[in-house]
Every structure is written in C-alpha cells, then in structure tokens.
C-alpha cells in the first residue's frame, strides 16, 4: 500500500497543494499519514478529527481520520476517487469545549478508463412509504383474520342426516361440519390473544384489531408535518426555516449573511438546533454564496449547524448564504 504524508499547518488558511495524484480504483491501495501541527508543534488536545473530500463534480465524502495526538491516518475507501480531476481534503479537529480548526489541501485523481461507476438499477422506497405499506399490510392481514373466524348459526334442529364430512357443501344454512372434520378446523386453543406470541401455526384473535388500529394510528401520526421559521442573530443574520414530517428534517437557508468575513478553509457555527431537530449523525451538503461560489453546510448530531468555506474566495458580509439540509433526525 502507498502511504503519502501530509502536513498541515493550522496557523495559516491557504488550501495546501500537496502535489499527490492518485487513480480512479486505488482504494485499498492509496493511504495518507497526515500531521496536524500550529506553529512547528503537533496539535495534541484535539478529541476527535475527521476529513471531508470535495470531487472535481462538487460531490462531498465524508471519512474518519484514525490516531491522536496530532498525527492521523486515511485509507481511501473508493467513493472518494470517483470523479477524475481535483480533489479537495479538508481536516477538521474538534475539541472538547466544542470548538473546530480546520486546513484544506489539494490532491489530482487521475483518469482510469478501467474504472467503473454504473450502479445497478433497482427500487427506492422512501420512509413514510414504508410507513404506509407497513400499516396497509396490518389491515389486510386483520381483514383475513376476521372473515376466517365468521360464522353463520343455524335456526333449525341438526339431524345425523345434516352433517357434512366435507368441505364441499356450497348451500347456506342446509348442513353442519362433522366431529371427524374437527383436527382440520382451528381451535380455540390456536388463536392468540396478544401481540407477542412467537410460534408459528397460530392465528390472532380479532380483539387485536383494536390494539392493531392504535398502532397503525401511532405510525401516521408521527409521520405529521411540523414547520418552523428561526430568526438568526450573532454570528449570522437571516432566517432558518424548519420543516419536519416524522423522522425526515429538512433546514432551508433563508437571506442569511454572516457578521464578520469568513475566509477559504474556515468554518463557522451559526445555529444549535433543538432536540427534536437533531440528526442520528453528521449531515454535509453543498451551498452556494454569491450566487455560484461553493460552500459546505453541515449538522452534527449536537444540533450545530456550521458553515465551512472551501471555494478559494472569502464569503462577506453582504454574501448571502443559500442552501439546503435534508436528513433524518434521532
């Protein structure tokens, strides 16, 4: 495996260009040792450090960075080296009073025409449509369970002669089933009264329909739609507007500038959202400033909500910040 070394320097905030060039497909073959240092001496008191990739087509990666203590290590896993052209790593160290460092450098992917990116084609089913086909099928299956367990009592006296030792008869109200049919019809004993039951071979009694439809009732209502509009101020000015429909969160941008310039290879935090709000882990998307200048927008599963520049050109304060995150929350 080719290891190539990284230093990076975060007392400046120029994007380093490191020189490297890999190919399309190297995964599992390229590395990268990577040192984090501030003024010549290794950054120590960092908790956790993490690196977010830039493809030449705008497309974001995520990774885990392995070690401490100022020097860390990445394997490429593939997605990162999908796009031949620039790519752009970005190294962000978090600490323990929830502040973040970040530097940026640049590495080439070569072009492979080996390299393969068609995915097979196959079928997507969102959340709430899963939701919906869940709850559907409880109905079904309580529908089939409650037109087995009809039965119509005759008015008249039974003879031996009314006694059907088969399931053929199509008469109504002419015939009744024989005792020697009794091992092939369902005993009481076979329905169960509960949701917990393991063994197969049984049926659930229809008194379950109602534990049944409050279930199906839970599942559409935490699928309700939720909106919310937050007016920033600080750090940043504008509007977050929120909408939630059960564990889908989305967070529009809205006219938000920032305070105090923010320049190429910085971050910024802007907002904390509340509980509800929060994701299951981190979420990075593109945004865009003046109109076509790339930013990264991202939410930790914190609820801080930053925005990291790496476009090369500072983001002003008369810069609007568009952008929108879209994710599932805890």
């Known amino acids: 495996m080719n290891t190539y070394y990284v230093e990076l320097n ?5 994007t380093i260009d490191t020189g490297i060039a890999v190919s399309q497909g190297d995964y599992g073959k390229v590395q990268l040792s990577i040192a984090c240092k501030k003024d010549g001496q290794f950054i120590s008191d960092a908790e956790s450090a993490e690196i977010i990739f830039q493809t030449e087509k705008g497309k974001v990666i995520n990774g885990d960075l392995t070690g401490s203590g100022g020097l860390y290590g990445y394997v490429f896993q593939g997605n990162e080296l999908q796009d031949p052209g620039k790519l752009v790593a970005t190294v962000t ?12 450098f640049l590495m080439a992917v070569r072009y492979n025409p080996l390299y393969d990116q068609n995915l097979q084609a196959g079928p997507y089913i969102t959340q709430l449509e899963k939701l919906q086909a869940q709850a559907q099928g409880y109905v079904d299956y309580i529908g089939a369970i409650i037109e087995q ?13 009314d006694l059907q030792n088969d399931f053929l008869q199509s008469a ?15 005993q009481k004993s076979n329905v169960v009264n509960n949701l917990l039951a393991t063994v197969t071979g049984n049926v659930l009694d229809a008194t379950q329909g109602k534990a049944l439809n409050e279930k199906i009732t839970q599942l ?21 507007k929120f909408a939630k429909q059960g564990k889908l969160a989305q967070i529009a941008f809205s006219g938000v500038k920032l305070t105090d310039q923010l320049d190429s290879g910085n971050s910024i935090q802007i907002f904390t959202v509340a509980e509800s709000y929060r994701p299951e882990a981190t ?14 927008l991202a939410i930790n599963s914190n609820g801080q909500i930053t925005v990291q520049n790496y476009s090369g050109s500072p983001v002003s304060t008369a810069s609007q910040i568009y952008g929108i995150l879209s994710y599932t929350t805890k």
Do not use: W
Not at 10 to 14: A, C, L, T, V, Y
Not at 93 to 104: A, F, I, N, P
Not at 172 to 186: E, N
């Open 149 to 161: 367990l009809r039965q119509d009592i005759g008015e008249t006296a039974l003879t031996k002669a």
């Open 172 to 186: 109504p109200g002419l015939k009744a089933l024989d005792a020697a049919l009794g091992p092939q019809i369902l």
């Open 93 to 104: 160290l978090h600490y323990e009073d929830g502040q973040t460092s970040s530097e940026s």
């Open 220 to 240: 559409y209502s935490n699928t309700t739609a939720t909106k919310t509009d937050f007016t920033l101020s600080g750090v940043a000015s504008g509007h977050l």
């Open 283 to 296: 979420y990075y998307v593109p945004g865009l400033f003046d109109g076509s200048k790339d930013l990264i």
């Open 10 to 14: 975060f007392s400046g905030s120029n």
